[in-house]
């Protein structure tokens, strides 16, 4: 049976219809200024709320409610307690109050902290987000919330997000009020997060330590075929890659997430999901339970999901695009290019403030995306650099030079730019191509953040993009709130600004090389690994910044550096004692193994055909002793590297000895297990080589 989306959309959600169905008219209007204004939600109000949500979930299904989080891990996290309250008969009834829809106290004891808290101080605390809604999930009613410590610290993602949005929308308006908008009360910022993804068979999958363990291959020699003959992208569906994804919408769709795109990707067994834009933290909630689906459904279907950013050497990672705009409460994109004089320098000045964040704030954009996994894919010819740029588009760009040099704009009407007098020109949505080198991109009406990892939260790089372009929307307020004639100083504004951040950029290739050499003559920063990004995480500027806003403290910002290094370093840890592993129970001993039946080949030959040379079996043996040997002092000199990295305490010091030395190590060991492979038979293989992992789905 066909299923009826309009129907299945948002029925596991207690959206505002269900909302309105089963709350008073003035329950529901004091409830919507909350959803719409951010006002506080007062506790009357709440409990009817609760008991309404309630009783829905309890319809659907639903058993017990927990407070659905994000903490510093990367992933989600739930406690689950049921609606059941015993009476005095022995019977019991289903509750649900105001207070345990608000406030929840799950322990934080073994939750990141940086080193903050000691295990003895347990005491976390989730606050609901009136913003997002409440789904079911399985048999539980989830209330997306924030979780802070007893000391009042973000202990989550979303904390930092929603203060990130709330500064954003605070600075905006205050522009806006400067160019005479009176009626604009609110701004959000909204999120398209394409995600990508591989499928691989599930019994191949289990019998990968390296996939169980990792999410990576840490071994594979290159399959006959990958993906040189483009064959795999936008290519018709293979059945069961079919039903997973029909199945896959059935349910993303019940959670009212807005599953819009779907299709092959340029990897084989590669693919892509792609939502229609939504309010950031509701889309960062939908993106983290997406990823949640896209595992479980894939199970359903004798599947694994691979969310790593580059789970197969040789092929194209994964990335999650994260398309970035800003909208007021009425319904105007505020870098949608305007038609008028009014809108024309409205959107140039924040355009104008995007490009000076992005300048500014290069080590936070590309900290934001830092991951063990993201530092396999950025720059691998296939995702952008690590070196961070603006692409504007030929238009675009020609527009910005034509003020930057005060010169006519080359166009049909060959228009001196003088803005908020002079028209310009309507720029079309798709007035040039699209870069897929570029880390941000101009796309018509948003920016394209390319650089963020599959696997990674979007809440990191979208706090960071609130934030600063919120800290250089105040200081362009600051400055125009004094001048005495507005348009002459907006002019000199957005000329100054533009020239001073014009650096930042290009339009071109990011692919190539001779970027690289471009880009250090433009100053800008290459910071190729996590330990390279993070170092300057502390830099007085960036605490200024996320202080001055109040996204971050300087105690949680001190954490967060902690937490990157510690995690980079457990990451990196468990794929070398996996490497390890491998090597001397598995790969090893299937080659031994191999050996043995090559030489009983030989000495048989011999022994039936007198005066048998066995050329053929004793240059194999002859380059696979070789090669064992080889392998066997890879992973000595890997072992060796391996601990003295961990005798470094200091984070950094230990996450700069696995960047520089045992990464390395890693990389020439797997390069002579990769060549031994191939020269074994298939009864000998150690694990299903990438030709079965790609293609045999």
């Known amino acids: 049976m066909a299923t009826n989306v309009p129907e299945l959309f948002g029925s596991m959600v207690f959206n505002q219809k269900a909302m309105q169905a089963r709350l008073s008219k003035e329950t529901f209007k004091a409830l919507k200024k909350t959803l719409d204004n951010g006002e506080p939600l007062q506790l009357d109000v709440a409990n009817q709320v609760a008991h309404a949500m309630k009783e829905w979930a309890i319809e659907k299904g639903a058993t017990h409610f927990t407070h659905w989080f994000q903490p510093l891990t990367g992933i989600t996290a739930e406690k689950h307690d049921s609606f059941i309250t015993p009476q005095d008969d022995g019977t019991v ?21 940086g080193g903050r808290r000691a295990t003895f101080e347990a005491r976390g605390y989730t606050v609901w987000d009136p913003t997002a809604y409440p789904f079911i999930k399985e048999h539980t009613l989830c ?22 949005m709330e500064a954003l929308n605070k600075q905006t308006l205050r522009i806006l009020r400067l160019f005479g908008n009176k009626t604009v ?30 999410g990576r291959t840490l071994f594979g020699s290159k399959p006959p075929k990958g993906q040189e003959m483009d064959d795999q992208y936008f290519a018709a569906l293979k059945p069961i890659i079919v039903k997973y994804m029909e199945d896959l919408n059935d349910t993303l769709w019940k959670y009212g997430i807005l599953s819009k795109t779907e299709h092959n990707e340029a990897a084989p067994a590669q693919h892509e999901m792609a939502p229609i834009f939504t309010t950031t933290n509701l889309s960062t909630d939908q993106n983290q339970l997406t990823m949640e689906v896209m595992k479980k459904v894939a199970r359903r279907h004798g599947l694994v999901c691979l969310l790593h950013e580059k789970p197969f050497e040789g092929v194209n990672g994964s990335g999650k695009h994260n398309n970035w705009s800003m909208s007021t409460n009425e319904g105007e994109n505020l870098l949608e290019p305007g038609a008028t004089p009014e809108k024309n320098a409205q959107f140039l000045l924040f355009l104008t403030a995007i490009i000076k964040a992005v300048d500014e704030n290069q080590d936070l ?12 894919r950025l720059g691998a010819h296939e995702a952008p650099p690590a070196i961070i740029s603006v692409y504007l588009g030929d238009e675009l760009y020609a527009v910005l030079e034509s003020i930057k040099d005060g010169k006519p704009y080359d166009n049909k009407a060959n228009l001196k730019m003088t803005i908020g007098v002079d028209v310009l020109p309507q720029i079309p949505k798709d007035s040039t191509d699209r870069n897929r080198t570029s880390p941000f991109a101009f796309t018509g009406n948003k920016f394209e953040f390319r650089s963020v990892g599959s696997s990674l939260s979007i809440a990191g790089p979208n706090t960071t993009l609130d934030s600063i372009v919120a800290f ?7 400055e125009l709130e004094k001048a005495s004639d507005f348009n ?77 290094l510690e995690k980079y370093c457990k990451v990196l840890n468990i794929e070398v004692e996996t490497m390890l592993e491998m090597i001397n129970k598995d790969i090893l001993p299937c080659a031994f193994r191999y050996i043995n039946e090559v030489s009983r080949a030989a000495i048989n030959l011999k022994a039936i055909v007198p005066g048998a040379r066995a050329f053929a079996q004793e240059k194999l ?24 990295a961990k005798q470094n305490e200091d984070f950094m010091a ?43 789905i």
């Open 365 to 376: 954009l590309r900290i934001s995306v830092a991951s063990a996994g993201n530092d396999h």
């Open 185 to 214: 009360n609110h701004i959000v910022t909204t999120v398209g997060a394409e995600q990508e993804y591989f499928l691989v068979n599930e019994k191949l999958y289990e019998q990968r330590k390296d996939l169980r363990m990792t």
């Open 488 to 564: 002459s100083a907006l002019q000199a504004l957005i000329k100054r600004e533009i020239t001073a951040h014009w650096r930042i950029l290009f339009n071109g290739n990011g692919y190539d090389a001779s970027w690289v050499k471009e880009a250090e003559k433009r100053g800008l920063l290459n910071l190729r690994t996590l330990p390279d990004a993070v170092a300057h995480y502390l830099d007085k500027k960036n605490i200024k910044l996320f202080t001055d806003l109040g996204v971050y403290t300087d105690v949680e910002m001190k954490s967060h550096y902690d937490i990157k």
């Open 93 to 113: 009834i289903m509750t649900f109050s105001g207070k345990e829809l608000v406030k929840g106290e799950p322990d934080a004891s073994s939750f990141p902290s």
């Open 654 to 696: 230990q996450a700069r000895a696995y960047a520089d030395e045992v990464i390395p190590a890693m990389a020439k060991a797997r390069a002579v297990a990769d060549e031994i492979e191939p020269l074994l038979s298939e009864s000998c293989k150690p694990y299903p080589s990438y030709e079965d992992l790609l293609f045999r």
């Open 472 to 478: 250089t929307l105040g200081q362009f307020a600051d």
């Open 621 to 644: 043996l002859e380059k696979l002793d070789a090669l064992v040997n080889e392998l066997a002092e890879k992973e000595a000199d890997l072992s060796s590297c391996h601990a003295r």
């Open 143 to 164: 209330i997306p919330t924030a979780f802070c410590s007893y000391t009042g610290e973000a202990l989550d993602k979303k904390t930092p997000l929603l203060r990130s």
